[in-house]
């Protein structure tokens, strides 16, 4: 009896011990978190000080300024974004860099394009996939499915839907705007996926970068953008997904050209 009391406390004593050193691990990294992209920081301070005309659409948790660039003013709206994971950086680059391209470019008379490289700039500049408050923005929106886990228990979607700043920013944005099609650019899976009525688009747009077209990217992504806009809402969504691996240099040509291909891309 005495054996088993002491086996037992024991083991309370290892599982307390257990926990303690998992909570400070935890601590301790989110202490440090702010320190490990120096080149997501460089990113963002370069965003931040392109002279393209930005507007402050939004803040960050940590207040950190998300930027928006508007062009043009005709009916056909297209919106980009980039950098919903901040762990993905040539996503985010991506968007910031046809931004610039597309600034001293002539737009088709209809189109309207709102571009946002940056939607989770905490996590950019601290290399980490989540916000600040270890949320995955991309699975915050307040969709049917959403929950606040997957079946890892890894990754957080946050205590309620929309509970985040960067969430309900890009919501926010939609109800303003009303894009007729919308591209958010990730990495590392190299494939034009597809949410809502986006077949059509994402097959325009695989036709500059031979990525493949899919309509389900293999996993559930429970209160993703792509469910919440394409699927609940019906704007054809396209989520461009750059390869592992690569340079900047090696997707830029080919990538320009597909996302100039959803800003031209009319529904017949
Ligand atoms: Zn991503």
């Not at 690569?246 to 009319?266: K, Q």
């Amino acid at each position: 009896m005495i054996g088993s009391f002491s086996r037992l406390r024991n083991a309370t004593l290892l599982v307390l011990l257990t926990l303690i050193t998992v909570q400070c691990s935890s601590l301790f990294k989110s202490k440090t978190a702010g320190e490990l992209s120096p080149q997501g920081q460089a990113l963002f301070r370069e965003v931040a000080e392109s002279d393209l005309p930005w507007t402050v659409w939004d803040k960050s948790v940590q207040q950190r300024d998300i930027y928006l660039l508007e062009l043009g003013s005709g009916e056909d709206v297209t919106v980009i974004f980039g950098g919903f994971h901040g762990n993905e950086r040539l996503g985010a680059e991506l968007v910031f860099r046809f931004a610039e391209y597309l600034y001293r470019e002539q737009l088709p008379a209809d189109a309207r394009v709102i571009l946002v490289p940056v939607v989770n700039p905490d996590g950019l500049v601290a290399g980490t996939r989540s916000n600040a408050g270890r949320v995955d923005v991309n699975r915050n929106f307040p969709t049917a499915n959403w929950q606040p886990y997957d079946g890892s228990r890894q990754n957080y979607h946050g205590p309620s839907p929309a509970s985040e700043p960067e969430t309900r920013a890009v919501m926010a944005l939609l109800d303003k705007y009303h894009p007729r099609k919308i591209v958010s650019v990730h990495t590392p899976l190299e494939v034009v996926n597809y949410d809502g009525p986006g077949q059509a688009l994402a097959e325009a747009m695989a036709r500059h970068n031979g990525y493949p077209v899919k309509a389900d990217i293999g996993y559930p992504t429970p209160g993703s953008f792509g469910t919440y806009a394409g699927v609940e809402k019906q704007i054809p969504v396209i989520t461009l997904e750059l390869p592992r691996r690569a340079t900047f240099g090696d997707i830029w040509p080919a990538n320009r050209e597909a996302l100039w291909e959803a800003v031209r891309f009319r529904e017949e």
